[in-house]
């Protein structure tokens, strides 16, 4: 019988080939130009999973973009694995940084280079791949349900409402994704948590129309000097965040587990040299890894307003504004917090100025259980394919739709991810190591058949 690493070298051109068709489709869910090309990539998918056996496949249209659903169902007394990832992608401006065009990839050393490379295209595609091995060669341990949606990199606004319609239809005993990263080929990990997100957009209107800087500057107050002086107070100078009530629900996390944390190789000034800063800051207290696994965090996206154009041009700007997205961590609340920002951002806000405050998405945090059949069957699958344990990382990114899979469905995740944080994910020239991409495909069918083992 074929092995896995048999059949990804007699198709490697083929898969390439393939993923290379879905990553040209550019499924920009936050453009509403981009529409047809959403309908397009659940097309494809749902033909590929098809084409992958299937015996079942669908397109769910939403009130957004649409959802792909398949299955293969072979008994009742096996387990049941829920496929979840996404087929959007961010944006991919400024495209003027690309080396080679986002939406036409091209394999540059060893790696694949486009926009949705890693997030979430190709890891989406290790698992479609790692599923028509594993009908093909009769070799499919458990029942298999995916689910893709077309939503994620916005907030996966109809996803909620498709899973507590189709219930039944999901039911599974673990949902699988490859949406995070993994420390590196030599340091497998896996993801045992997710931060949480509230994301806010604020506006400040001064004077109902821009004024001339010098008839009016002076007396006048400036609604972009008000938004800076208001987000400079949201911290103090330890980097703690100063919205009432915004740590209450934090969960402290045990010394103990600190320190497990801290077993993990960082190298602090590889990391700086890989994102080309000379230091780094953050909230006092805390290391570099425990800022961005276990503590919230407030930062600003994007800030306008005013003149930003060539040249100079001397007013005293109508309008300003900010998008700022607060991670969380467990037990925060997305609403919660989103209305505690709003309370004091609205209770700062000076006269002689109107302040708006939206909140735009989020959700909350993740945490994986590491004492369970399926973790331990991720575990024993990654260590097999990489030759290493892999060891459980708290992440710092998000995907909020996850927490709300265990509130609707029940049904806990785990984050085998095979991403680097270097693969440059939201930004220009993202790629996805060619290693990686093949590795993932081995590691999967490696995951269903510990994982029926285990829940023998
Ligand atoms: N795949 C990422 C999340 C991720 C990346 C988690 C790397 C861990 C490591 C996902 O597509 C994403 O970008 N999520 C967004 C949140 C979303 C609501 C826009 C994020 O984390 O910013
Ligand atoms: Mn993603
Ligand atoms: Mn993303």
């Not at 169902?73 to 049941?80: A, G, N």
């Not at 091209?106 to 594993?134: P, S, T, Y």
């Not at 972009?224 to 949201?234: E, F, G, K, P, W």
């Amino acid at each position: 019988m074929t092995s896995i690493s048999t059949y990804i070298e007699q198709n490697r051109d083929r898969f390439l080939e393939e993923l290379f068709e879905l990553i040209r489709i550019p499924s920009v869910s936050a453009k509403q130009e981009n529409i047809p090309d959403m309908i397009r990539a659940a097309e494809f998918l749902k033909d590929s999973l098809e084409k992958a056996g299937a015996s079942k496949a669908k397109i769910f249209p939403t009130a957004g973009n649409p959802v792909v659903y398949a299955e293969k169902l072979i008994s009742p007394k096996l387990p049941t694995v829920l496929v979840y990832g996404h087929y959007d992608v961010q944006p991919a401006e400024p495209l003027d940084l690309w080396k080679s065009p986002p939406f036409e990839p091209e394999v540059r050393d060893g790696r694949i280079w486009a926009r949705g490379a890693d997030d979430d295209k190709g890891q989406l595609f290790m698992h479609v791949k790692a599923f028509e091995f594993m009908t093909g060669t009769g070799t499919l341990p458990c029942n298999v349900k995916f689910m893709i949606e077309g939503e994620e990199e916005t907030g996966s606004a109809s996803l909620e409402k498709f899973c507590r319609d189709n219930k039944k239809m999901l039911a599974a005993d673990v949902i699988l994704i490859s949406d995070t990263t993994m420390v590196a080929p030599d340091l497998p990990s896996i993801t045992s948590g997710l931060r949480g997100l509230s994301y806010m957009q604020v506006e400040v209107t001064g004077p109902d129309h821009d004024l001339h800087s010098g008839i009016y500057g002076g007396a006048v107050v400036n609604p972009c000097n008000v938004l800076c002086d208001m987000i400079a107070s949201l911290k103090d100078r330890n980097g703690h965040i100063t919205i009432p009530g915004f740590y209450d629900d934090v969960l402290t996390v045990s010394r103990k587990e600190r320190n497990e944390m801290a077993k993990r190789p960082f190298d602090r000034e590889k990391y700086m040299k890989s994102i080309g800063v000379d230091d780094l800051g953050g909230e006092k207290g805390y290391t570099d890894l425990e800022r961005t696994g276990i503590r919230p965090t407030l930062d600003i996206n994007g800030i306008w307003g005013g003149f930003t154009g060539e040249g100079t041009k001397t007013i005293l700007p109508s309008k300003a504004f900010a998008k700022i997205s607060m991670r969380l961590v467990p037990d925060q609340n997305a609403e919660k917090t989103a209305s505690l920002f709003s309370d004091y951002f609205l209770s700062i806000a000076p006269r002689g100025v109107n302040v708006k405050v939206e909140y735009l998405h989020g959700g909350e945090a993740y945490v994986s259980p590491l004492d369970t059949p399926e973790y331990q069957a991720a575990a024993m699958a990654v260590e097999e394919s990489f030759g290493k344990k892999p060891i459980p990382v708290r992440s710092g990114g998000s995907i909020p739709i996850v927490s709300t899979f265990e509130k609707i469905l029940g049904i806990k995740s785990i984050l085998m991810g095979f991403g680097l944080d270097t693969d440059a994910i939201h930004s220009p020239n993202e790629n996805y190591p060619l290693f990686n991409l093949f590795k993932g495909i081995e590691t999967i069918p490696l995951f269903y058949s510990h994982y029926a083992r285990l829940k023998k």
